[in-house]
């Protein structure tokens, strides 16, 4: 298993550029979320979503956006970036238990983004 | 409003001293998690608890649910366990249900 991984690493965008930041697991989790961190503060919730076919949002959400068409596959997509969206990305998947009301969090490694 | 807050922010220690960090929280959870993220930057998850103590290897978590604190305590630090150490409070009365982070703790032990 590969567990979460994100792509790219780094990138740096002028801007009002776009880009997607890409985002694959291959534990068959169904939920699967999108964090960002800047620096001293904690995680944000981003979007997240429940299954295929079911997004909602988090915290953060301006200037994002975000789809799931497979259980596999949460890209997030930033449409005109924007100095404020400098930080470094993290996206996760969980299971889902009968019964249980929290799962474990898996993260990816991380995408560092800097708009200039 | 759901908020977390971790004490200290920094924590410097030398190689085999017990480390306390706390995280308290504002709003009933369903669990409470502790997270390491790694120099490098990658964050994985320690534990995940709603109830009492768990213990893996050298890290212990406790939770108080009526005082609403949580504590992450590491016997015989070693240098590498210096990385951020994050506290998280999930409250969704659904499995997978969203998590509010504190800011975490740095922590640096010295050989």
């Known amino acids: 298993n590969a567990g979460v991984t994100q792509t790219p690493k780094f990138r740096i965008l002028k801007i009002g550029q776009s880009m997607t930041l890409q985002c694959t697991q291959d534990m068959n989790h169904n939920y699967m979320y999108w964090y960002r961190q800047d620096p001293g503060m904690g995680l944000k919730l981003i979007y997240y979503s429940v299954g295929a076919g079911i997004t909602d949002k988090g915290e953060v959400p301006n200037g994002y956006n975000v789809s799931r068409s497979t259980t596999e596959d949460f890209p997030l997509r930033l449409e005109l970036a924007a100095p404020s969206q400098t930080s470094v990305y993290f996206c996760?998947?969980?299971?889902?238990?009968?019964?249980?009301?929290?799962?474990?969090?898996?993260f990816g490694p991380g995408t560092r983004l800097l708009v200039l | 409003k759901n908020e977390v807050e971790q004490s200290p922010q920094n924590l410097t220690a030398q190689e085999g001293e017990f480390i306390t960090i706390n995280c308290s929280y504002s709003v009933g959870i369903s669990a409470l998690h502790w997270l390491q993220q790694h120099p490098g930057g990658g964050i994985v998850s320690l534990f995940m608890?709603?109830?009492g103590k768990k213990k893996h290897g050298r890290l212990i978590a406790t939770i108080n649910i009526q005082e609403k604190h949580s504590s992450l305590h590491i016997t015989a630090s070693h240098p590498r366990d210096s990385a951020v150490y994050i506290c998280a409070n999930g409250t969704g009365e659904t499995s997978g249900s969203r998590l509010t982070f504190g800011e975490g703790t740095q922590l640096t032990v010295n050989p």
């Open positions: 996760a998947s969980s299971t889902q238990v009968m019964g249980r009301k929290q799962e474990t969090q898996y």
């Open positions: 608890l709603s109830s």
